[in-house]
């Protein structure tokens, strides 16, 4: 039997899906363990019952001068920029994906600029973003539309073309017109392609907000991040690392949930 052709049980891919993440902490746990060996006080790899010990710290204590507990205020104040963001990136990815993909007046018109603008390296326009809009909430929030959305556009409007010509020559033939052809034929199809656009779109969005906050922010979990490394807390940044991940874990999931819910016909075969 080929390997190709193997496919395996409920047992063994739980098995195999475990073993990475096995295998990472092992190998973090005998490295940590190396060096405090050498170094009790060394700060690099702290041990993972050091971060356990700072993570329950962080969660449940509050700061000394204020009494809030910053780890939730971050958490949030770096949630709704990234919703934000996101949810603009989809909604105006979603309008424009259909146009250029639908109409070819449009295609013609934006198909290229939005192309070339989605070569632009976003972070390189971070100075520019803080200039025009300033150091508060709406240069991060831009950074994150100006980092996703040429993708989303791109991706939406190669969906739309993709759709058969069949139905858009029958809904013609029924006497559509454009814009109900738009939204009765082409947006259902191009609905659960969005889903898998802003699925891939979070990892850059993270990686956006993280990058704006550390550079301007007084709240956030990115600002956290960079606070504290000057003081080498790997414990503080190695929870928050782990945090980050586990809410964009927790994002995709859901995104993945709602598509199979809502459109389960497009997730036949994942």
Partial sequence: MRLINIKPGPALALFLVLLPFAAVMIAYAM??????????????????????????RLLTEGDRRTGRILFWHDTWASLQRLWLGIA????????????IGLFPLVR??????????????????????????????????????????????RDLSQRTLEIPQELLV?????????WVIAIRV???????????AVRLSLGP??????????????????????????????DVILTYVIWITLLAFAMDWL??????????WAEEGL
């Fill in 170 to 178: 029958k809904a013609q033939t029924l006497g559509a017109s454009s």
């Fill in 31 to 56: 490295g940590s363990d190396i060096r405090l060996t050498e170094n009790p006080s060394d700060k690099l790899l702290p041990a993972p019952g050091t971060i356990g010990d700072t993570m329950m």
């Fill in 255 to 264: 995104l993945r949930w709602a598509s199979r819910r809502v459109y389960p």
């Fill in 108 to 153: 013609n018109l934006l198909s290229q600029f939005v192309a070339v603008l989605s070569m632009i390296p976003p972070l390189a326009l971070l100075p520019i973003l803080f200039i025009v809009f300033g150091l508060g909430e709406l240069s991060k929030v831009v950074l994150i539309v100006v980092g996703t959305l040429p993708f989303i556009i």
């Fill in 186 to 196: 082409a947006l259902p199809q191009v609905m659960p392609r969005l889903i898998q």
């Fill in 205 to 234: 969005a993270w990686l956006f907000l993280i990058a704006a906050e550390a550079i301007a922010a007084d709240l956030g979990l990115g600002y956290r991040i960079f606070l504290v490394r000057r003081y080498l807390a790997m």
């Fill in 88 to 99: 603009i990136s989809a909604s105006v990815g979603l309008v424009f994906g259909l146009l």
